[in-house]
């Protein structure tokens, strides 16, 4: 965010972020239904859980565990981008208030600490740019993290199927309930091993040769499935300028 033609602190900012109406609007209406989704969902396990065997209701109890953790995700998510979205309305809210700044000369301030905070220089304006785009960083973090907690729960439910189905037609109930881990993760190990050789020796292996021919087909093998570098854009836009 940056000053504009405009008088100081009369309009916000053409930089401001794009979506910050929709991510309000968006975080107060998902805050009131997820505060009131885990009681259901408390509700709707305790009342299907007699009605499992051991084996489905493993299965159930780790869905529930999961699918909940991602619900508290996203309501704590959304509950904190709504403050830091209010700090963010009042700091524009003051300075259109007060564009001229800060009267020093009405504050009981020393001059070590008036030095002290001429020479970090925030300005206003400044601190509203950091509010903005903290709010939106912690609302599309919040929904990416949500999103990888569901994709989860599928994953983990399609392998206790796929386990389930295997244990009921060929008699191996030795699969249930730690074969479905042990599939998943045969199901991510040749990615897992693709990326880092890819990282490792990438620049070493010829661009023709049958390694990096293996390794592509590999990415677009698993690409098609949405599991990739490419399949969640925002956390790889977070990653690349914030760190892993």
Same mark, same amino acid.
């Given at each position: 965010?940056?000053?504009?033609?405009?008088?100081?602190?009369?309009?916000?900012?053409?930089?401001?972020?794009?979506?910050?109406?929709?991510?309000?609007?968006?975080?107060?209406?998902?805050?009131?239904?997820?505060?009131?989704?885990?009681? $259901?969902?408390?509700?709707?396990?305790?009342?299907?859980?007699?009605?499992?065997?051991?084996?489905?209701?493993?299965?159930?109890?780790?869905?529930? $565990?999961?699918?909940?953790?991602?619900?508290?995700?996203?309501?704590?998510?959304?509950?904190?981008?709504?403050?830091?979205?209010?700090?963010?309305?009042?700091?524009?809210?003051?300075?259109?208030?007060?564009?001229?700044?800060?009267?020093?000369?009405?504050?009981?301030?020393?001059?070590?600490?008036? =030095?002290?905070?001429?020479?970090?220089?925030?300005?206003?304006?400044?601190?509203?740019?950091?509010?903005?785009?903290?709010?939106?960083?912690?609302?599309?973090?919040?929904?990416?993290?949500?999103?990888?907690?569901?994709?989860?729960?599928?994953?983990?439910?399609?392998?206790?199927? $796929?386990?389930?189905?295997?244990?009921?037609?060929?008699?191996?109930?030795?699969?249930?309930? =730690?074969?479905?881990?042990?599939?998943?993760?045969?199901?991510?190990?040749?990615?897992?091993?693709?990326?880092?050789?890819?990282?490792?020796?990438?620049?070493? $292996?010829?661009?023709?040769?049958?390694?990096?021919?293996?390794?592509?087909?590999?990415?677009?093998?698993?690409?098609?499935?949405?599991?990739?570098?490419?399949? =969640?854009?925002?956390?790889?836009?977070?990653?690349?300028?914030?760190?892993?």
């Amino acid at each position: 965010m940056t000053e504009n033609d405009q008088p100081p602190g009369s309009m916000l900012s053409k930089d401001t972020t794009p979506t910050w109406e929709m991510e309000l609007l968006i975080s107060g209406v998902t805050v009131f239904a997820l505060l009131q989704l885990p009681g $259901v969902m408390d509700q709707a396990y305790l009342a299907l859980r007699p009605r499992l065997d051991a084996d489905w209701e493993g299965l159930v109890r780790l869905l529930f $565990v999961y699918s909940k953790m991602s619900v508290m995700l996203l309501a704590i998510a959304f509950v904190l981008h709504l403050a830091l979205r209010g700090y963010w309305i009042a700091l524009v809210g003051m300075n259109s208030i007060y564009p001229t700044g800060v009267r020093w000369d009405r504050l009981k301030v020393g001059p070590i600490q008036r =030095n002290l905070i001429d020479q970090r220089g925030i300005r206003i304006v400044d601190r509203i740019e950091t509010a903005d785009n903290r709010a939106s960083i912690v609302f599309a973090l919040g929904v990416n993290l949500a999103l990888i907690m569901v994709a989860l729960v599928v994953a983990v439910a399609m392998s206790f199927a $796929v386990c389930g189905l295997l244990a009921r037609l060929f008699g191996w109930y030795w699969m249930l309930p =730690n074969g479905a881990f042990v599939l998943l993760a045969m199901l991510a190990l040749p990615y897992a091993l693709a990326q880092q050789i890819d990282r490792r020796f990438g620049t070493r $292996v010829s661009g023709n040769g049958w390694i990096a021919r293996t390794i592509s087909s590999t990415y677009r093998a698993y690409a098609k499935f949405g599991y990739g570098s490419d399949s =969640n854009p925002t956390m790889r836009l977070l990653q690349s300028h914030a760190g892993e």
